[in-house]
């Protein structure tokens, strides 16, 4: 035959939710297609399993699987796998990861753990920008419709707020998205991203003091970011009183908070805690926690800031 067309599908290795098992099958999952195209036949130099790990792996498969994302792209061309993996873990809200023993991924979700506190004591250089796109009207996407016998479509998606005709558009590719609806959800997604998070911090710290890692979620504390925020060491602490080695100043009024790391004996990361504090108006080295709750040790650094916003 010189030309045929078919529906093909992806047998793989896929995380079944129901019985928490890796099962051989038919699926359009993103999690599956990364996993087949690190340790599959495709791959030039096959993964062993030991090298995936595939419990961040499942755990994303079922967050892929909650939400509905799919991932139907037909790899016939020629690409590198650093691009193939890429558009795989994009069609999953995620990022491939490799931390030097095995292959992981960043997944694009909230999270909870504070992995580490960053702040002028611990960093250096740190910068600030911010992004002002000049947004066009709508981003323009073609797909392969699935409901239409796989035929090339395309869907217009307005920015959130736009009034009126769609004038100016913008490509966005979205590989292996072969759903009108997920193409919407996926295209106002990247949306609110571009408005909601137009900004890039970066400091850079000795390795030595370098706790997190990519993907990890932080608490950064520094003046340029608000004048309010301030980073001191722990001298003292006497009962509630926290005694610091830097000037802190609170408004009559105001709401502060301290925010800290405790550590257990078997804790490498600790747990990130906040305390409100006790309102003196004007300059002081001492704060006075309010409340119940671990108390930070000698030498800790604490983040000082008005309350809900002292990181």
């Known amino acids: 035959l010189d030309n045929f ?8 290795p896929d995380w079944d939710v129901v019985t928490g098992t890796w099962i051989t099958r038919e699926t359009r999952s993103p999690a599956a297609a990364y996993r087949w195209m690190l340790e599959g036949p495709a791959a030039a130099y096959p993964s062993d399993p030991t090298a995936l790990d595939l419990d961040a792996i499942a755990d994303w498969s079922a967050y892929c699987t909650a939400k509905g994302l799919r991932y139907d792209r037909v790899h016939a061309q020629g690409e590198s796998l650093a691009d193939a993996l890429g558009y795989a873990t994009h069609a999953g809200r995620a990022q491939p990861r ?34 002002y796109p000049r ?6 996407i073609k797909f392969q419709d699935a409901s239409n016998d796989w035929k090339t479509s395309e869907r217009i998606v307005p920015w959130p707020g736009h009034v009126g005709d769609v004038v100016v558009t913008e490509q966005l590719d979205l590989p292996g998205k072969t759903d009108a609806g997920e193409i919407f959800l996926e295209a106002r997604r990247r949306q609110h991203e571009i408005d909601l998070r137009p900004d890039t911090i970066r400091v850079t710290q000795d390795g030595a003091a370098r706790v997190a890692t990519r993907g990890d979620l932080v608490a950064v504390s520094h003046d340029v970011l608000a004048r309010t925020q301030v980073a001191a060491r722990v001298r003292a602490v006497i009962g509630p009183l926290l005694d610091l080695d830097d000037v802190v100043t609170m408004e009559a009024g105001g709401d502060y908070a301290v925010r800290y790391r405790v550590f257990a004996d078997d804790d490498t990361i600790g747990t990130s805690i906040v305390r409100q ?20 040790a000698p030498d800790d650094i604490v983040h000082f800031g008005p309350r809900s916003s002292e990181s």
Not at 98 to 120: E, F, K, M, Y
Not at 135 to 140: I, K, L
């Open 5 to 12: 067309s078919g529906v093909a599908a992806r047998i793989a």
């Open 98 to 131: 490799h931390d030097g023993r095995c292959w992981s991924v960043v997944v694009a979700r909230p999270q909870t753990l504070v992995v580490d506190h960053i702040n002028p004591r611990n960093s250096r250089d740190l910068q600030w920008t911010r992004v």
């Open 135 to 140: 947004r066009p009207d709508a981003f323009r």
């Open 277 to 296: 504090v006790a309102t003196v108006a004007g300059d002081t080295r001492s704060v006075r926690l309010i409340g119940d709750g671990p108390l930070p």
